[in-house]
Nanobody
Framework: GELVESGGGLVQPGGSLRLSCAASGSIFSIYAMGWYRQAPGKQRELVARITTGGSTNYADSVKGRFTISRDNGKNTMYLQMNSLKPEDTAVYYC?????????WGQGTQVTVPS
């Protein structure tokens, strides 16, 4: 696929994980990218986005705990997640471009037990 996520898993509350999203060079250099998540029974929601210039925005629920970044040399985007909570449990998806017409990864499960 065009976007490949990795780094999900099971982590205890308060723990940390780092998600990675590897993209093809043609996509990575053109598009803003983001992380979205979908919990069971809920709609997919924005977690964080980063432009090609490095400007970022975050969902209020993750501000101060999560950090989005991109390594242009590696065509890879990251999501550093700290102080994880049970409500962060979801499938996390990488996105490039618009949510309607852009590219999506296959998703990676993050589980934080209560």
């Amino acid at each position: 696929g065009e976007l490949v996520e990795s780094g999900g898993g099971l982590v205890q509350p308060g723990g940390s994980l780092r998600l990675s999203c590897a993209a093809s060079g043609s996509i990575f250099s053109i598009y803003a990218m983001g992380w979205y998540r979908q919990a069971p029974g809920k709609q997919r929601e924005l977690v964080a986005r980063i432009t090609t210039g490095g400007s970022t925005n975050y969902a209020d629920s993750v501000k101060g705990r999560f950090t989005i970044s991109r390594d242009n040399g590696k065509n890879t985007m990251y999501l550093q997640m700290n102080s994880l909570k049970p409500e962060d449990t979801a499938v996390y998806y990488c996105n490039a471009g618009s949510t309607q017409y852009g590219y999506w990864g296959q998703g990676t499960q993050v589980t934080v037990p209560s």
